[in-house]
């Protein structure tokens, strides 16, 4: 599968192949016995979850003791705070989220000053550069994403009609490159569609900010939002308020997946590969930690995924069974 | 609230015959006040008094103008080294932001950044630019609306500074461009300047990408404080910018470095480095590799349906693929030979390699390295670097946005502006808007639906 992205400084992307492991890495990083910290936006979500448990894997397999997991509850301040403080435990590596890009870009800097490597996972704060103020980058093809949900709203979308984008309102990577994509890819392919574009702040914001959007624009005729949780949040007012449309999203978490397979209004979901990126993000920690050059950016391609094959995408995402819903819904577990 | 020019200009009090108004004496001053507080060479009254050699009295008038229009911020309290803390004095970097762009063979990157060049925000994507430059442009204007949208400050934009593939004429110091230079064949014809001109309003700077990426290098990269530089890049051309006394070194026409132009001679043959050593002859040879079975990694790319560039052998090579390998060591011992004969003559304290084939493998470094060292004279390499660029396509926005900055407040084109607050209310450029507001736009670029994404 190929990368439609550039990397935060126009980077093409490696694979994570390029990061894995050898026998002889393995017994190396045993031997040193690395401290290792993580810090995230959140922990609350299935994709943070799912990150984790991929990382804490490989870190467990080299010997590497996790000795913090923070939840920075999307806050900047709070992120700024606890780099401060885990600096000051001294620990080999950071696995760090930024949660925002300016506000946040300096005590990531203060990291890597520390002599501590810092590892990234889907933001490159704008000034930070690889191998200098972070070592590398670790996130999917976002943009890549934005098309695949473009690819798979428009086949939903009458002629001229407007479409609904809820973009995130922070100064973010990962969620700009997805609305960047999808726009774009609608321009060029679709120019007969409208966008209407508005953002939201926070998660909470996301049903107010959809409300919105319907007020502005009566006639929306469907709706992509840049993650999964909003989204739900978003597709519940508009159906309150009698607006069914087709949706699209990216992240198929437990409850997207099962929207999905309702097929009310959710029609085509971009998938991100947590787990894997959580595999690619800690074998980057080690290598780096044993002096092996690493890529500047290596980025792990989505996945559509649709009614048709929502059980098979959970299942190769999660590494687990699709929900009992999603299967009951599908007509596959007749059972109660 | 800024004043506006009419405020500054139609002062209602009397004054006396023949004695030149306020405005008319102001102005130099201002520029100098001005750029040392935006320089950083003074940053309270005091030290601005010491270094302009103006009285206590001129210098609390022209700040209060420079606060007035909102140029320079007083509002932070510095260090007490005895007495009252001393005021600071800040240029207002936020007052307006630059929307700069890179325009490559193979990608486009737009930024935002402030008045002092500091990126605030960058994307980047992937393009043709061999496709029509309508349709370029077009998307040009829809990232550039993107991120106004998202980071412009209240005090919106003045100036838009663009970084293309190839020397610039007519991009002489300090002016704005008042027409579209020739800079590629495809782009002939197409007015991009007047075009970015009339839709945003402001003016447009534009420099080769070898200039704006050493220039990003050299404020925001490996190359701080650096005062000898040679920063090359390698693409499809190879070029190189020199950096002599911590100042870039343009030539008289803006055309120092092109070295891609160079003869060199390898295997029997002999040609210009660009096509000898270029990402051109890379991809040829990879694909000539692939095909008579030398390497059966770039073979099973094609096997697949992929398309081998000049990146799929840089990362093959990456990896161990033995015929990548030696055609990115030819390449990188021929740059080599050329880089070694530049760094005899101009004795660089660092040599920076850009370009995404140098971004995605090691191999050409090396053979670099081994060439410059066999071929240069011992003093010349005793403490000389040469490193691989971390700031990628990153450094042609700095480079931008800092060509702007500094084109903005030169004190030649400052001073005609400076009095009214805004660069867009600068007399040439006025004229600028106003013939254009004469001519028409050229049309959109045409599209059709098509369900598939159109090949690009």
Not at chain 1, 259 to 286: H, K, M, N, R, W
Not at chain 2, 279 to 285: A, C, G, V
Not at chain 2, 347 to 368: F, W
Not at chain 2, 431 to 441: C, G
Request: glycine share 10%.
């Amino acid at each position: 599968m190929t990368i439609s992205g550039l990397g935060p400084h126009g980077e093409r992307a490696a694979p994570p192949e390029r990061v894995s492991l050898l026998p002889d890495d393995r017994t190396a990083a045993k031997a040193a016995g690395w401290r290792v910290a993580v810090v995230l936006h959140t922990l609350e979500s299935d994709w943070a979850k799912q990150q984790l448990a991929g990382m804490m894997g490989i870190f467990g397999d080299c010997g590497a003791a996790v000795i913090d997991v923070v939840d920075c509850a999307f806050s900047p301040d709070m992120q700024v705070s606890e780099l401060d403080r885990l600096i000051s435990q001294s620990p080999d590596a950071i696995v760090s989220l930024p949660v925002a890009n300016e506000q946040v870009a300096a005590a990531h800097r203060r990291v890597s000053e520390a002599g501590i490597k810092l590892v990234l996972l889907d933001n490159a704060p704008t000034g930070l550069l690889p191998g200098k103020d972070y070592t590398a980058l670790v996130s999917s093809d976002n943009f890549g994403l934005g098309k695949i949900a473009a690819v798979g709203l428009s086949a939903h979308v009458p002629d001229g009609a407007k479409v609904g984008v809820l973009g995130f309102a922070a100064d973010f990577f990962a969620t700009n490159e997805r609305e960047i994509a999808f726009t774009k890819w609608l321009q060029v392919n679709r120019p007969d569609i409208i966008p209407r574009i508005h953002r939201f702040a926070r998660i909470e914001d996301a049903a107010a900010a959809a409300d919105d959007l319907l007020s502005a624009n009566p006639d929306l005729a469907g709706l992509f939002v840049v993650w999964d949780t909003p989204a739900l949040a978003a597709a519940t007012r508009l159906a309150e308020r009698g607006a069914t449309m087709p949706v699209a999203t990216v992240d198929l978490g437990e409850a997207a997946a099962i929207a999905l397979a309702q097929s009310d209004s959710f029609c085509c979901i971009a998938a991100q590969q947590p787990f894997l990126q959580g595999i690619a993000a800690a074998q980057t920690v080690i290598l780096c930690l044993l002096g092996r050059p690493v890529p500047a950016w290596i980025a792990l391609p989505g996945i559509g995924v649709t009614r048709d094959n929502v059980v098979e995408s959970f299942q190769r995402i999660w590494r687990q069974p699709a929900p009992r819903e999603v299967l009951r819904l599908l007509g596959l577990s007749r059972g109660k | 609230m800024p004043l506006t020019a009419q405020d500054l200009t139609e002062s209602p009090r009397p004054r006396g015959k023949g004695r030149p108004r306020t405005v008319e004496t102001a102005a130099p001053s201002l520029v100098e006040l001005l750029n040392l507080v935006r320089t950083g060479a003074a940053n309270t009254r005091q030290e601005l008094e010491r270094q302009s050699e103006f009285g206590r009295a001129v210098v609390a008038d022209r700040l209060t103008m420079l606060g007035d229009l909102g140029l320079v911020d007083e509002s932070e309290l510095g260090t007490a080294t005895g007495g009252r803390a001393p005021r600071l004095v800040r240029f207002a970097a936020r007052r307006a932001a630059i929307l700069v762009a890179t325009l490559d063979q193979t990608a486009i990157g737009v930024g935002v950044a402030d008045l002092s060049g500091k990126l605030l925000t960058e994307h980047h994507e992937a393009a043709d630019l061999t496709a029509p430059p309508a349709e370029l442009a077009e998307r040009l204007t829809a990232l550039f609306r993107w991120s106004m949208e998202r980071h412009a400050p209240q005090g919106g934009i003045w100036g838009i500074s663009l970084s293309v593939p190839g020397a610039v004429q007519g991009a002489t110091e300090g002016d704005f461009l008042t027409a579209t230079p020739p800079v590629l064949p495809a782009w002939e014809g197409f007015p991009l300047v007047e075009t970015l001109t009339r839709d945003f309003g402001v003016p447009v700077w534009m420099r080769s990408s070898v200039e704006t990426m050493t220039m990003g290098e050299l404020h925001a990269g490996a190359a701080i404080g650096t005062r000898s530089m040679l920063f090359l890049k390698v693409g499809r051309r190879i070029g190189a910018g020199i950096v002599c006394d911590g100042q870039l070194y343009r030539g008289a026409h803006g055309a120092a470095g092109l070295i891609g132009s160079l003869p060199v001679t390898s295997g029997g043959r002999s040609g210009p480095l660009d096509a000898l050593a270029g990402s051109d002859m890379i991809q040829r040879e990879g694909l000539s590799a692939a095909q008579d079975g030398r390497s059966p990694m770039l073979a099973d790319i094609q096997r697949r349906g992929g398309e081998i560039t000049a990146i799929e052998v840089s990362q093959a090579a990456q990896i161990g693929d033995p015929a990548s390998v030696a055609i990115l060591t030819k390449a990188g011992h021929l740059i080599g030979q050329v880089v070694a004969t530049l760094a005899n003559a101009l004795n660089p304290e660092l040599i920076v390699l850009s370009g995404s084939i140098v971004q995605t493998n090691d191999i050409l470094l090396a053979a670099l390295r081994e060439a410059v060292y066999g071929a240069s004279h011992p003093f010349v390499t005793r403490d000389l670097r040469i490193i691989r660029s971390q700031m990628g396509s990153s450094a042609g926005l700095v480079g931008a946005a800092r060509v702007a900055s500094e084109q903005l407040f030169a004190p030649s084109f400052l001073k005609e502006w400076v009095m009214q607050g805004s660069p867009l209310a600068h007399p040439a450029f006025a004229a600028l808007q106003d013939r254009l507001s004469q001519t028409a736009p050229p049309p959109p670029p045409p599209r059709a639906r098509t369900g598939q994404e159109l090949p690009r």
